[in-house]
C-alpha cells in the first residue's frame, strides 16, 4: 500500500462516514474528526489554499486544505481515472462560517494511503455487433415499402 | 356523446410519433460526437445503438402506418403525451448501457426527470460517469425544457394546424409569434443564445475557481443548461455544492430566474420593451412571491444558519431553486430533513408547489394562474362593494391589456386543483411506503413540479411503486394534465364511444 505524509502524523481522531457527518451533523460539529475516502473531480486551488471533495463511497465532502497539500495529489476520480484514496484529519463543519454555510472539514492533516491509477475501459463486442446490426436494419426498413391492400 | 375513434384516428397518432422518434435519434448525434472526441468507445456504441434503435423505430412506424391528414386537436395532443413516454423508453437507453443505473426502470427514471426538467435522479457513482453520459443528461434538460415537440416542430414537421396541436399540448398556449413554427424558432433562438453567453460566463468562473480549462467549460455549458432549463441536474454528485464557489452560485440563481421567465415576456424585452418586466402580472407576482417566500424562510433559519452569508446562500439560494423549479441543492439532500425546521420545508414546498412563470421551462402552478386567482378575488370584492347595477370589469397585464374573464378563471382552476390532486396522491403514496408525510409531502410536490430538490426519498433503493408514481407525476406536471386527460379519452372513448367520423 502507498503511503504519503503530507503535512504531518495523523492524530487520533473518530473516523466518521459521510452519511453519518450528514445525518449527524450537530454531533459532529466544530469536532476533530477523520474521514477517508476518493479524491474525486477536480483539486480547486484557492490562492494559498484548495478544495477537494473526497467521496467514502455514500456521499463526497468537501476538505479545505493548503496548497502544498493539495498538488501532491496524483490522481483525482472521474471516467478514466480512480483517484487518491485519502485519510483526512481536521475540523468538520456543519455550517462552515468562513464557506458560506457548506458542510466541510477543514484539514490538518492529509495521508495518501493509496495510490490512483487510470481506468482502461474496453470496447463490448457484442455493442459492436448490435451496432451493424441496427444499421443494416434501418437500410431495410428504408428500402421496404409495405404493400397496400387494393380497396 | 363521445364518438368512437376508428383505426385510422390511431394510424396517424403512431405516424407522428414514428416521426418525432426519429428526431430524438438524430439528436444523439450529440452525445455520440462528445464520446468520440473524449476518446469513449464504450459509451460512443452506447449512443450508436441508442439512435440506430430510434431511427430504426421511427423509421419502421412511419411506413407501417402512413398518414395523408393533418391532426386533429385530440390526436396532436395525445401525440404529444405519448411522445413524452417514448421519449424516456428511449433516452433510458443509453443511460442504462452506460452501466451506472441498477436497473431499467431507475434509467427510464432519470430519463423522464430530465425531459421534463425535474432534476431528481437514481444515477450511481455520478463522480465517475463519462462526458458523453453527462453531455446526454444535460441535453435532455435542455431538449426538454424547450419542448421536444418543440424541437419537432422546428425541424421535422411543416407548419400545420396538426403542429398547433401539438405545441399546445406540451403546455404552450402562447403563440409568441403568428406562426407556431416561427414561434418554436424563436424559442430556441433565445434558448442558444443565451447558451453561449452562460457557458462563457460559468467556464470562466470555474476556470477562475480552479477547474482545468476544458472541464471548466464542459461543466459551464451542462450547469447553464439545467439552470436555465429550470432541470437542476449537475455534472458531480455534490450539485452546486461541488463547486464551493459564491460566484458560481449567483451566477446560476440568475440563469434560473432567467429560465423561469415567460418566452413571451423574453420576446418583448429582446425588442427593447423593458417597462414589460415591471407591468407584467406573471412577473410581478413572480417576484413578490419569492421575496415573500425568501424572508420567511430566512427568519426561519436564523437558528440553522446564523450567519448573513450563510442564510443568503443555504436560505434564498434554495428558495430560488425551488420556485423556479430548478432544483439545484448547496446542502445535502438528507439536511433538509434533519436540519431544516418545518415552517422553512413548509416554505419551500410552497415555492415549489407555486413555480416558475407559463410558457417558460418551469414547472409547477405557475405564476400567471396565481396573478389571475388574485385578480378573480379582486374583481369579486369590488362586485360586492359596488352598487348591484354596476358592471365591474377586472384587466390584468401579460404582454397585452387582458379582461378578466370567467373561463379563464375556470382554465385556470382546474390546472390548479389538477396540480393539488397530484401533489397530494404523490404524498400519500410516500407515506403509504412508510416515509414520514413532511418528507413525502415534500419529495412528491418536487417530483410534479418539477423541481428537483429531495429530502433524502429519492434514491435508488426507494420502492419501485414509489418511482413509478414519480416518473408519473413527473409526466402529468411538465404536459400540464391536459394531453394526458385527452390520451385517456381517447382510450375510453375508444372503449364506450359511438361510432362515426371523430375528424
Known amino acids: 500500500m502507498f503511503c504519503f505524509l503530507l503535512l504531518g502524523n495523523c492524530a487520533a481522531a473518530a473516523a466518521v462516514s459521510s452519511n453519518d457527518l450528514i445525518a449527524k451533523a450537530h454531533i459532529y460539529d466544530g469536532r476533530t474528526i477523520e474521514f477517508t475516502g476518493e479524491v474525486v473531480g477536480d483539486v480547486m486551488i484557492r490562492g494559498d489554499f484548495a478544495w477537494l471533495n473526497i467521496n467514502d463511497g455514500a456521499q463526497a465532502i468537501g476538505v479545505w486544505t493548503n496548497k502544498q497539500a493539495a498538488e501532491k495529489i496524483s490522481y483525482v476520480g472521474d471516467y478514466t481515472h480512480i483517484g487518491d484514496t485519502v485519510k483526512v484529519a481536521g475540523q468538520f463543519h456543519r455550517a462552515c462560517p468562513q464557506h458560506g454555510g457548506d458542510l466541510d472539514i477543514h484539514a490538518t492533516e492529509i495521508l495518501i494511503s493509496k495510490q490512483g491509477h487510470k481506468v482502461k475501459h474496453t470496447v463490448n463486442n457484442y455493442k459492436f455487433a448490435m451496432t451493424v446490426i441496427l444499421l443494416l436494419a434501418i437500410v431495410a426498413v428504408s428500402v421496404w415499402s409495405p404493400i397496400k391492400k387494393p380497396k | ?503
Open chain 2, 1 to 503: 356523446m363521445l364518438l368512437r375513434p376508428t383505426n385510422e384516428d390511431f394510424k396517424i397518432i403512431v405516424h407522428y410519433i414514428g416521426r418525432l422518434i426519429v428526431g430524438l435519434g438524430i439528436i444523439l448525434v450529440v452525445p455520440l460526437i462528445t464520446a468520440l472526441v473524449f476518446n469513449e468507445w464504450d459509451r460512443a456504441l452506447d449512443f450508436s445503438i441508442s439512435m440506430l434503435l430510434a431511427i430504426f423505430f421511427g423509421l419502421l412506424l412511419q411506413k407501417i402506418f402512413p398518414a395523408t391528414r393533418d391532426l386533429n386537436w385530440s390526436q396532436g395532443l395525445a401525440v404529444t403525451s405519448i411522445s413524452w413516454l417514448v421519449a424516456m423508453l428511449l433516452g433510458a437507453v443509453p443511460l442504462m448501457l452506460s452501466g451506472h443505473y441498477a436497473s431499467y426502470l431507475d434509467a427510464c427514471f432519470d430519463a423522464m426527470s430530465g425531459f421534463a426538467t425535474t432534476g431528481l435522479t437514481l444515477i450511481q457513482n455520478l463522480d465517475h460517469v463519462a462526458h458523453s453520459v453527462n453531455m446526454w443528461r444535460h441535453l435532455m434538460m435542455f431538449l426538454g425544457g424547450q419542448g421536444i415537440v418543440v424541437i419537432a416542430l422546428t425541424f421535422l414537421v411543416k407548419g400545420t394546424a396538426g403542429a398547433y396541436r401539438m405545441y399546445v399540448g406540451e403546455a404552450r398556449e402562447e403563440r409568441i409569434l403568428p406562426n407556431v413554427i416561427q414561434t418554436a424558432r424563436f424559442i430556441w433562438l433565445i434558448s442558444l443564445v443565451y447558451l453561449v453567453i452562460g457557458t462563457v460566463i460559468l467556464g470562466l468562473i470555474g476556470f477562475f475557481e480552479g477547474l482545468p480549462l476544458v472541464r471548466s467549460f464542459l461543466h459551464g455549458s451542462w450547469v447553464f443548461m439545467a439552470a436555465f432549463d429550470t432541470g437542476g441536474f449537475a455534472p458531480q454528485s455534490q450539485n452546486i455544492l461541488y463547486y464551493h464557489s459564491l460566484p458560481y452560485e449567483l451566477a446560476t440563481m440568475v440563469f434560473m430566474i432567467l429560465g423561469t421567465l415567460n418566452f413571451g415576456l423574453q420576446y418583448v424585452v429582446w425588442h427593447g420593451n423593458f417597462r414589460e418586466l415591471f407591468k407584467n402580472i406573471e412577473t410581478r407576482t413572480l417576484f413578490s412571491s419569492i421575496t415573500i417566500i425568501s424572508l420567511m424562510t430566512t427568519l426561519c433559519l436564523l437558528s440553522t444558519y446564523p450567519y448573513l452569508m450563510a442564510n443568503f446562500r443555504k436560505g434564498f439560494y434554495h428558495i430560488v431553486s425551488a420556485h423556479s423549479g430548478t432544483g439545484f441543492m448547496t446542502i445535502y439532500a438528507p439536511q433538509f430533513a434533519s436540519e431544516w425546521n418545518l415552517p422553512a420545508l413548509l416554505m419551500t414546498i410552497i415555492a415549489m408547489g407555486l413555480g416558475g412563470s407559463a410558457c417558460s421551462t418551469a414547472g409547477g402552478i405557475k405564476a400567471l394562474r396565481i396573478g389571475i386567482f388574485f385578480k378573480a378575488l379582486l374583481q369579486d370584492i369590488k362586485i360586492i362593494m359596488s352598487p348591484g347595477s354596476a358592471i365591474v370589469v377586472q384587466k390584468f397585464h401579460h404582454i397585452k391589456d387582458i379582461i378578466l374573464e370567467d373561463r379563464l378563471v375556470r382554465s385556470a382552476l382546474i390546472i390548479f386543483i389538477s396540480y393539488l390532486a397530484t401533489y397530494l396522491a404523490g404524498a400519500l403514496v410516500g407515506v403509504a411506503y412508510g416515509y414520514p408525510l413532511a418528507e413525502a409531502s415534500f419529495e412528491s410536490v418536487s417530483a410534479a413540479a418539477n423541481v428537483g430538490l429531495s429530502a433524502g426519498l429519492t434514491s435508488p433503493t426507494m420502492p419501485a411503486g414509489l418511482k413509478i408514481t414519480y416518473i408519473i407525476e413527473m409526466w402529468v406536471g411538465r404536459l400540464e394534465f391536459m394531453s394526458i386527460f385527452i390520451l385517456f379519452g381517447l382510450v375510453f372513448a375508444r372503449l364506450t364511444g359511438a361510432r362515426g367520423k371523430s375528424h
